[in-house]
């Protein structure tokens, strides 16, 4: 996934949750601390559920007046603040969150993806092709040896929601 914003963070999520590991690889070095979206709408918080969600975006927000058509309640939640709980489920799913790295190119084929990713350390390359014992991609550095600074779980969680 290139970029590390709702969109990437979400897909890792739910990509995850559905037993699909994946790298999320974002070019800032952190999370952002700008003002931008403040809330969550009730259909969100309904798929947040499935995943185990809710709860933790509601105890980081604020509820807003429940919606008759819907099992959920909306909530009011600053953007990086629902990141940092959307990055945390990623990881804790298995998903690899790699900040501070870009998406340089990648050139994809019928049956695996390579990409090439640039960091304060230089540039690697990232394999993906389904087959690896680890059933994970593998990320090698210039000189070819297995690279593993990214913050992520090495197994995934169990599939249980809170
Ligand atoms: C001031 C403001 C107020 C807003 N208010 C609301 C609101 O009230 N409600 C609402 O629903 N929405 C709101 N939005 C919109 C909401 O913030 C966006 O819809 C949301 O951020 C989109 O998420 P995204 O992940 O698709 O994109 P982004 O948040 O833009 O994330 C994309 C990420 O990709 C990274 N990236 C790009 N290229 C690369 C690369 N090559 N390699 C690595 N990383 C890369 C970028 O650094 C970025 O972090 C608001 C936006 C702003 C700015």
Same mark, same amino acid.
């Given at each position: 996934m290139a970029g590390g914003g709702l969109t990437g963070l979400s897909a890792a999520v739910? *990509?995850?949750?559905?037993?699909?590991?994946?790298?999320?690889?974002?070019?800032?070095?952190?999370?952002?601390?700008? =003002?931008? #979206?403040?809330?969550?709408?009730?259909?969100?918080?309904?798929? *947040?559920?499935?995943v185990g969600l809710e709860h933790a975006v509601m105890r980081h927000g604020d509820a807003?007046?429940?919606? =008759?058509? #819907?099992?959920c309640t909306a909530v009011s939640i600053a953007q990086d603040r629902f990141e940092g709980i959307l990055r945390d489920?990623?990881?804790?799913l298995g998903a690899m969150v790699c900040f501070g790295t870009e998406l340089r190119s990648f050139d994809a084929s019928a049956d695996s993806v390579t990409a090439t990713v640039v960091d304060d350390d230089g540039e690697y390359t990232v394999e993906?092709?389904?087959?690896?014992?680890?059933?994970?991609?593998?990320?090698?550095?210039?000189r070819g040896r297995p690279r593993w600074q990214c913050r992520a779980a090495a197994r995934?969680?169990?599939?249980?929601?809170?």
């Open positions: 739910f *990509l995850a949750w559905h037993g699909v590991q994946s790298v999320v690889v974002e070019r800032h070095a952190d999370l952002p601390r700008r =003002p931008a #979206s403040r809330a969550v709408n009730p259909r969100t918080m309904e798929v *947040l559920r499935q807003r007046t429940k919606n =008759p058509m #819907s099992p489920r990623a990881e804790a993906a092709d389904g087959s690896d014992d680890l059933g994970f991609p593998v990320l090698l550095g210039r995934p969680a169990p599939r249980t929601a809170r």
